[in-house]
């Protein structure tokens, strides 16, 4: 019952008040127990225990808030603790555990006691559950609003994204395959030079050519785990301090491809210096290829472009020439329904007529216009509406086009 006390009365108190004052009683309830207490986000001590890495048993002699929430995608519940007391069992050790949580704006603070016979023993427990929770598995490691957060969707989503779905100019998908595959192989080779295992990739390109899609197929094929920035921008933390984040977490990632998409538009005058000396100062960065993309070039420091050790390789995504529509065209005309499907004249005028067309428009001009023949359903009416779309598709660039400059 003294334990079901402290809670209620320690969320009673003010928020700066309430982490404190369980301390202070605990250490005063069990003087002959060691005490490490926290709000580290990867102590998820639930998750270790879902995988029998160790068994949880509730205090029965007080209250546990277990709350349950809804899954919509999976159609499924799930339970997450917000305030309770456990008796765990690790490697034969046992160990006193509260969990609390309590709102701090518009954040909510998980913290935790740990209470132990030996110091030693609980920092090796803490270790081993941050430790498996930081692993990244079948999952992408997204940082937004200040915070990393594990998305396996986003993992599962990018999963159909292969080099064998994906057309681009000359040997560019070859290169950048070679690239990357041999930077992972070669931990060994850099370490007798004495050269810093680490790489920075910048994709460089208007949109819509094969950026993204390369990014995704790369994160497929090197089966390596994936950090995606998606801001500096939190509400609590300034830029520096989010950057730093990002690169602690990537040196504990590595080897990992941290991922920096439209790079221009993260980088600002105030946050410029702090990031380029995260990523290429003091700090080893081992094992960390960072990819970075833009669309606007124009727009980054020559600190960022035009030094080697920074962004060393870049790649080029140009619009497609007629080679490259031919096999993109040729690719999207072989999937088609034969109903649908264009004959090699088709094929031959389609591909003259969409000079200029980025790869995504192309792909744009065989949804539309599949859509528009599905309201028809008339074998050969194909090449009609496509050569419609077209005109329609070019328009649209144009109006893009205008705007940009204006």
Not at 175 to 203: C, H, M
Not at 236 to 262: G, H, M, W
Not at 278 to 291: K, M, R, S, V, Y
Request: aromatic share 12%.
């Amino acid at each position: 019952m003294k334990i079901q006390q402290l809670i209620t009365e320690a969320l009673s108190l003010p928020n700066n008040a309430i982490a404190y004052h369980i301390s202070q009683e605990l250490a005063a309830l069990y003087p002959n127990k060691v005490l490490i207490e926290g709000s580290d986000s990867a102590f998820n001590l639930e998750n270790y225990a879902n995988i029998n890495l160790c068994t949880l048993q509730h205090n029965i002699f007080i209250h546990n808030q277990i709350i349950t929430s809804w899954n919509g995608m999976d159609k499924e519940i799930y339970n997450y603790t917000e305030n309770a007391s456990f008796e765990v069992t690790w490697q034969e050790h046992k160990f006193d555990i509260l969990l609390m949580s309590w709102q701090e704006g518009y954040c909510k603070t998980r913290y935790y006691w740990i209470l132990a016979d030996k110091k030693e023993l609980a920092e090796e427990f803490f270790v081993a559950v941050c430790d498996w929770n930081s692993e990244i598995r079948d999952e992408v490691l997204v940082f937004e609003d200040g915070y990393w957060a594990k998305n396996p969707d986003l993992f599962q989503s990018i999963k159909g994204a292969t080099f064998d779905n994906l057309i681009l100019q000359g040997n560019l998908k070859e290169n950048i395959q070679d690239d990357l595959t041999k930077f992972f192989a070669a931990r060994e080779t850099y370490a007798a030079y004495s050269v810093p295992w680490k790489r920075g990739i910048l994709f460089i390109g208007s949109p819509g050519n094969g950026k993204t899609h390369t990014v995704k197929a790369l994160i497929n094929q090197m089966q390596q785990p994936c950090l995606y920035v998606k801001s500096f921008k939190s509400e609590y933390d300034t830029d520096s301090e989010n950057i730093r984040k990002i690169f602690k977490q990537a040196r504990q990632s590595a080897p990992c491809i941290l991922v920096l998409e439209d790079i221009d538009s993260l980088l600002t005058e105030e946050n410029r210096s702090f990031f380029l000396n995260e990523l290429d100062g003091f700090a080893l960065n081992e094992g960390i290829i960072t990819i970075a993309t833009t669309n606007h070039p124009e727009r980054l420091d020559s600190a960022i472009c035009d030094r080697p050790s920074r962004f060393d390789r870049k790649y080029h995504f140009e619009l497609p020439d007629i080679v490259a529509r031919q096999a993109y065209i040729a690719l999207w005309n072989h999937k088609l329904k034969t109903a649908m499907r264009l004959s090699d004249e088709a094929v031959s005028k389609i591909i003259t007529l969409t000079d200029g067309f980025s790869f995504a428009y192309l792909k744009e001009l065989f949804l539309s216009s599949m859509i528009r023949w599905m309201g028809t359903l008339e074998t050969g009416a194909m090449e009609k509406i496509m050569l419609s779309q077209v005109t329609i598709l070019r328009e649209q660039m144009s109006i893009i086009t205008v705007s940009s400059e204006n």
